[in-house]
């Protein structure tokens, strides 16, 4: 009986040891003083290095909104590029310190990866691309086609569902990477191509003919995506989580990168409350006062930070739709900074 209280005994500090040895995620990014930060391989408007090493999208403007939070300087941050394959292996291991890679919120995902979802940074949906010379108008047209896809995805099981929800058959066509399956769609090896459908449109610009090829109008599952966290560490799980809310309380608000001292200024009590000059909410995250004023000026308010990288004033130009706020038609809400 002895050995056996002394075992459970043994455990229980060894569970606590982890899991103080967990809560310590903010202390180790300020004592390395950087954030490492896991990404795509190469998506356009989510996450792609240019030819100098510059990273650029939706994704990396998490990081850098984190960065600045932390740091006051949006650059102090690692990039980690990642396959759909190793995301996970890399954010359990601690080899970075956030997920921020078009990854999809799921309850499998949620619970037994041993990592919490932040948020939604894109509201997104399956859909599928073809080469316009087919013909097809229509997903449901797709009856006896090959289809290339990325493993280690939502898309696969979603595809399986799709297809046999409609009686239809279809040939699976798998690479480990997304510029692989990009590749081998563009080469004739599949007829159509499947992702998230704001990776089609990510993913045609890198095609040689991009007019050449269309994106059909269905959407067929529900793909949230959001920055991913280790489980155990509450503080880092509010800092992340916190500065995607902040940046739409900011555009909900009208700051932005270029109006946010002038807005400090104002005598609303609502804008004192987020920009810091009323309450401890930054002090309360482990953070500074100014926590928003930091991340607005890093990387500007999430309309910002849609528009540049996916919406109008990008390449890719996808309409705001379900990612529009709340008040104007869309799913992004953020909770009060109160």
């Known amino acids: 009986m002895k050995r056996v209280t002394l075992a459970l005994t043994l455990a229980l500090a060894a569970g606590l040891s982890a899991e103080?040895?967990?809560?310590?995620?903010?202390?180790?990014?300020?004592?390395?003083?950087?954030?490492?930060?896991?990404?795509?391989?190469?998506?356009?408007?989510?996450?792609?290095?240019?030819d100098k090493g510059n990273w650029t999208g939706i994704d990396v403007d998490v990081c850098r909104a984190i960065a600045g939070a932390i740091f006051n300087d949006p650059?102090?941050?690692?990039?980690?590029?990642?396959?759909?394959?190793?995301?996970?292996?890399?954010?359990?291991?601690?080899?970075?310190?956030?997920?921020?890679?078009?990854?999809?919120?799921?309850i499998s995902r949620d619970t037994s990866l041993g990592a919490n979802f932040t948020g939604v940074t894109y509201y997104d949906g399956q859909g599928f691309m073809v080469k316009k010379s087919l013909k097809?108008?229509?997903?449901?047209?797709?009856?006896?086609?090959?289809?290339?896809?990325?493993?280690?995805?939502?898309?696969?099981?979603?595809?399986?569902?799709?297809f046999k929800a409609n009686n239809m058959k279809y040939e699976v066509i798998a690479f480990a990477t997304n510029d692989e399956t990009v590749k081998a769609y563009e080469a004739g090896r599949c007829d159509v191509f499947t992702t998230d459908q704001s990776g089609l449109y990510a993913n045609r610009l890198?095609?040689?003919?991009?007019?050449?090829?269309?994106?059909?109008?269905?959407?067929?599952?529900?793909?949230?995506?959001?920055?991913m966290v280790r489980h155990g560490d509450d503080q880092w799980f509010d800092i992340v989580k916190w500065t995607l809310f902040a940046m739409i309380t900011a555009e909900e608000l009208g700051v932005t990168s270029k109006n946010v001292d002038e807005k400090a200024k104002l005598e609303n009590?609502?804008?004192?409350?987020?920009?810091?000059?009323?309450?401890?909410?930054?002090?309360?995250?482990?953070?500074?006062?100014?926590?928003?004023v930091r991340i607005v000026k890093a990387v500007g308010n999430?309309?910002?930070?849609?528009?540049?990288?996916?919406?109008?004033?990008?390449?890719?130009?996808?309409?705001?739709?379900?990612?529009?706020?709340?008040?104007?038609?869309?799913?992004?809400y953020a909770p009060p900074i109160r």
């Open 136 to 162: 097809v108008n229509s997903a449901l047209e797709l009856n006896s086609a090959s289809v290339c896809v990325q493993t280690g995805t939502t898309t696969e099981q979603n595809l399986a569902d799709y």
């Open 20 to 50: 103080a040895a967990d809560v310590q995620t903010l202390k180790t990014v300020k004592d390395r003083g950087m954030l490492s930060c896991g990404v795509s391989q190469g998506l356009p408007g989510f996450s792609s290095p240019d």
């Open 206 to 227: 890198k095609l040689a003919s991009p007019n050449d090829h269309m994106v059909l109008p269905e959407i067929i599952s529900k793909e949230p995506l959001g920055p």
């Open 302 to 332: 999430y309309g910002e930070v849609f528009d540049r990288n996916v919406g109008a004033g990008s390449p890719l130009a996808i309409n705001r739709g379900l990612n529009n706020l709340w008040n104007k038609g869309g799913l992004q």
């Open 269 to 292: 009590p609502e804008l004192k409350r987020v920009l810091g000059s009323d309450g401890n909410f930054g002090e309360q995250l482990g953070l500074t006062k100014d926590w928003v």
């Open 75 to 106: 650059t102090k941050v690692k990039y980690v590029p990642l396959s759909a394959k190793d995301r996970f292996t890399a954010l359990q291991s601690g080899e970075i310190d956030v997920l921020s890679r078009n990854t999809t919120w799921t």
